[in-house]
């Protein structure tokens, strides 16, 4: 589960048990039947169920319209569901009366990121990790936002040379036998191991949550496999935590791959990638001793370019 849910859930939790007098002043006498219905939401924020969540706070809204926090509760869920401007305005109202209360800054960071407003989010997260600093994953966001802006566009390989700004080491591993031909990389997937992969570290985390690889590659045979590793920088091992493999083979031919990250799911954290890997070995993408890639260029842009 990413933060931003668990934000969620634990936001949620902190409301519905002010409703037992916790953390708020606010002291109200409800119904037995609201009881039911507060358990009820508990179960469907547990279990994400916010379509069933939002049906049951707007006949609350409706029944105790002086009773904020069931705003509260609807803000988290249009928050879930993608209704942001509603729920950017109760956060902020709710961050008026309770200041010391963490998770809506966080949520009203998400909203200010999802809106281009990267100064407005970064004052937001800056708020949530002075309340609660031992949150390491946050703190590294709020790093990355204070960090200089990276362009829309970088070259990880260009014409079979590293990029010196964006890779701090181009390693090869495994079976991974590589050479410098023309204006590409030629790599062999030898014989004496079962794996072949060539690494890219990057001198600084990544941000790939909107963007896209575009491989300029081809295969000496053609029908050649491969598949692209990700790694974030919370990594505790060398473990990838994002396997996107690209089942079509290979062109015998220069041909354009592009893979999409924020397209599959995994727990990696997209916005501190630190490394990626090119496997082509026989145990990964049962490519045969001997087969060959040459790998021209290997560039960073806008999905969707």
């Avoid at 949530?128 to 204070?146: E, G, I, W």
């Avoid at 204006?183 to 014989?191: A, M, P, T």
Wanted: charged residues 25%; negative net charge; hydrophobic residues 35%.
């Amino acid at each position: 589960m990413d933060r931003a849910k668990q934000i969620v859930i634990l936001m949620a939790m902190l409301v519905l048990a002010a409703f037992n007098g916790y953390c708020f002043d606010v002291t109200w006498e409800y119904e037995s039947q609201v009881d039911e219905k507060l358990e009820k939401l508990q179960i469907y924020f547990e279990t994400e169920m916010y379509q069933e969540a939002s049906v049951l706070l707007q006949e609350l809204i409706a029944q105790y319209p002086d009773e904020p926090r069931f705003s509260y509760l609807k803000a988290i869920v249009d928050y879930q569901r993608g209704d942001y401007e509603q729920a950017e305005d109760i956060f902020l109202q709710f961050t008026k009366e309770y200041p010391d209360v963490p998770e809506p800054h966080y949520l009203l960071s998400e909203i200010s990121l999802s809106n281009g407003d990267a100064k407005k989010a970064q004052k937001h997260l800056k708020r949530y990790c002075a309340l609660v600093p031992d949150d390491f994953q946050a703190q590294a966001k709020l790093t990355s936002l204070s960090a200089p802006k990276q362009p829309e566009k970088g070259s990880i390989i260009r014409e079979g040379k590293q990029d010196p700004q964006l890779v701090k080491k181009l390693g090869f591993y495994g079976a991974c036998v590589h050479s410098q031909e023309d204006e590409s990389l030629k790599l062999v997937n030898g014989s004496f191991r079962t794996w072949s992969c060539m690494g890219m570290d990057f001198a600084s985390p990544l941000d790939l949550r909107k963007k896209q690889i575009v491989l300029t590659l081809k295969g000496k045979e053609g029908g050649e496999k491969l598949e692209l590793t990700f790694r974030d920088k919370f990594a505790k091992d060398y473990e990838p935590q994002l396997v996107i493999m690209r089942e079509e083979g290979l062109l015998d031919d220069w041909q354009q791959v592009v893979i999409r990250p924020i397209e599959h799911q995994s727990k990696i954290d997209l916005s501190s990638v630190v490394h990626i890997g090119l496997e082509f070995g026989f145990s990964t993408v049962q490519n045969p001793a001997q087969s060959t890639l040459y790998v021209k260029d290997i560039v960073i842009e806008n999905a969707g370019n």
